[in-house]
């Protein structure tokens, strides 16, 4: 695999997913697809994003998915957990798209949600990593390694690693953190430019350094 490209938070915006992935370069036989989490709530696409993502999958060798926040909110949802946290954070629209009632059980809930959407959820990945780069959906706890990052750290974390300039080892590239711009630190890049809330989604090219937003 030549090069890397990595997704940041899309949140439903599926008109401009569609249109960053024909303004990236990606070699669908060589180039690695990196989706940095967050594909659903906030906005009413979710679902077709996710269906958006599994035809690149299967056009492109290979794409890696990374869990988010509000993919572990959902399941936890559809278990009959959390589930003031996930309406709060934005999950209504997601479970309005799949036609999920709050009266459903948790049964009900997981029935609605189709077979391959289903597996997509469960298949995401708590990280991704390669020679030079950590992928995380959130960051990482400033002074651990890797193995021993909780999921929660990976997928939740805010200030105490935006605040942070430790050294990884590996740059960390993460989103979940919706900033103005792309953030390049010498520690970390942030590809959050806050898709559902008017900004940009932002893909950046490894190892160029190369921004592409739409």
Request: charged share 25%.
């Amino acid at each position: 695999m030549d090069k890397i490209f990595a997704i940041g938070d899309i949140h439903g915006c599926l008109d401009k997913l569609c249109k960053l992935m024909e303004l990236i370069p990606a070699d669908p036989a060589r180039d690695t697809l990196v989706f940095i989490g967050d594909y659903i709530d906030r906005s009413p696409e979710g679902p077709k994003v996710v269906d958006r993502i599994l035809e690149l999958a299967r056009t492109h060798a290979g794409v890696k998915c990374l869990c988010g926040n509000h993919e572990l909110m959902l399941m936890n949802y559809l278990e009959g957990a959390d589930e003031d946290l996930y309406l709060a954070n934005g999950g209504r629209m997601t479970l309005a798209a799949y036609g999920i009632n709050r009266e459903d059980s948790p049964a009900e809930r997981r029935a609605k949600i189709p077979a391959a959407h289903m597996k997509f959820f469960k298949s995401l990945l708590p990280y991704y990593e390669t020679e030079h780069f950590i992928f995380s959906h959130a960051g990482m706890l400033p002074g651990f390694p890797l193995s021993m990052q909780s999921i929660h750290d990976l997928i939740w974390i805010r200030d105490d690693f935006m605040d942070s300039d430790y050294d990884f080892g590996k740059r960390v590239v993460f989103g979940h953190t919706h900033l103005p711009r792309p953030l390049v630190a010498p520690n970390k890049i942030g590809i959050d430019t806050g898709a559902v809330y008017g900004g940009k989604l932002t893909c950046v090219e490894l190892p160029a350094l190369r921004f592409y937003q739409v």
